[in-house]
């Protein structure tokens, strides 16, 4: 099994809908965040959570909220989705004992 | 203001040879990481190489190798004897902060290599 898994990989929803997109982790990370990719860019961070009670927006959190359900998982919801928050999005987690970062396999999100 | 820049949208080089991917960066901590991040078609981010403010040598691993240039703010990235499998989009990436903060990272926009055969 993966580190970090995201479900699901690829979503296709209809712009006004709800939609949740999850990550868990095996990693035994306190530190989890949600990144965003437009087709060509590099990725900006929508929230951020260091531990189970913080969370934290990040440079693009407008039409994003996230839950920090336990140390392992971390959604993030669209509430009403919108046809430009189609992009590829991840979730990754860090330790401050190391330098690493952990990435999931991404969610290709399309809104039509 | 942008913390990292990646000046070079794309890029081609030939099968087999060196080839280098620019990143320059803006933070006014003393204490910060680089990172290189390689995504294929595929889309998964792969990472590469790390490089710490403090480092006092470029970091290498395999076929990469980043030329820190701390004065000048800038941790391009070197791929030698470029393979077929190296094509893909190579995102330069900078944690603010010390490692133990595992402060969140910022990218840039990124650089697609192309291998040509």
């Known amino acids: 099994d993966a580190d970090v898994t995201q479900t699901p990989r690829n979503r296709i929803t209809k712009t006004g809908k709800r939609i949740m997109l999850e990550c868990s982790q095996t990693k035994g990370h306190d530190r989890m965040y949600w990144y965003r990719q437009d087709p060509g860019l590099g990725l900006r961070l929508i929230y951020y959570s260091f531990d189970v009670k913080d969370i934290n927006k990040g440079e693009i959190s407008d039409g994003y909220s996230v839950s920090r359900q336990a140390q392992a998982k971390f959604s993030l919801s669209l509430e009403s989705a919108i046809p430009n928050q189609t992009a590829l999005y991840f979730c990754a987690t860090s330790d401050p004992g190391n330098y690493g970062y952990t990435f999931g396999s991404g969610t290709r999100l399309t809104v039509v | 203001a942008q913390k990292i820049t990646q000046t070079q949208p794309g890029m081609f080089v030939q099968e087999k040879e060196a080839v280098t991917l620019d990143c320059t960066y803006d933070?006014?901590?003393?204490?910060?990481?680089l990172f290189w991040y390689k995504q294929p078609s595929s889309g998964e981010m792969i990472f590469l190489i790390y490089q710490g403010s403090y480092d006092q040598q470029n970091a290498t691993e395999g076929r990469y190798s980043l030329n820190f240039q701390k004065a000048r703010k800038s941790a391009n990235l070197v791929i030698s004897a470029s393979q077929l499998g190296d094509s893909a989009m190579y995102f330069c990436a900078m944690r603010d902060g010390p490692h133990n903060a595992g402060n969140m990272l910022t990218f840039g926009g990124g650089t697609r290599l192309m291998v040509k055969p």
């Open positions: 933070t006014s901590d003393p204490s910060y990481g």
